[in-house]
């Protein structure tokens, strides 16, 4: 079950709205009045529209560090600026980013860019290659050696 990315309720059918340029993921009651990119869910489906689903394209080898909550707090306590202050700084709700700092709720890639520029800090880190995968002894063939691109 997922939770609406601004009232914080769980939901079973979630609405992909787009609010001040940025894609939330929130509850029917959180998307009156804002302009819905998509539904998922099994109450869309019984209410005879079909299912949708959003994928943002993301960039693979880039993925949120570790502890990215507490690197998120520990950065605005050095600030000395308070939740609240934070909050209304850089226009998100003071509870999404309280569970994004308890690391209940991950942030969208317009926050983590937020988050980022508002702190100073990168919140992500590129994934490296698995050796394993490229790795190929002179001589063998692959699959890959004989796909026409």
């Known amino acids: 079950m ?3 990315e601004l009232c914080g309720r ?6 992909t709205i787009s609010l001040e340029n940025t894609d939330l993921r929130v509850c029917s009651s959180c ?3 804002k302009k819905v990119l998509g539904v ?6 019984a209410k005879g529209r079909s299912s949708t689903r959003i994928v943002q394209k993301k960039d693979e080898s880039e993925t949120l560090i570790e502890n990215f909550g507490e690197a998120i707090r520990n950065a605005r306590e050095r600030m000395q600026l ?3 202050v934070f909050a209304e700084m850089i226009n998100e709700k003071e509870g999404y980013l309280i569970r994004i700092e308890s690391e ?6 317009a ?16 994934k490296k290659d698995d050796p394993k995968i490229h790795s190929q002894r002179k001589g063998d063939a692959t699959l890959g050696d004989f796909i026409v691109r």
């Open 2 to 4: 997922e939770e609406c």
């Open 82 to 84: 308070p939740l609240k």
């Open 31 to 33: 998307s009156k009045g």
């Open 10 to 15: 769980r939901i079973n059918e979630v609405y």
């Open 104 to 109: 209940r709720a991950l942030p969208s890639d």
């Open 111 to 126: 926050l983590v860019k937020k988050l980022e520029n508002a702190l100073h800090m990168k919140l992500t880190t590129v």
């Open 40 to 45: 998922e869910g099994q109450a869309a489906n």
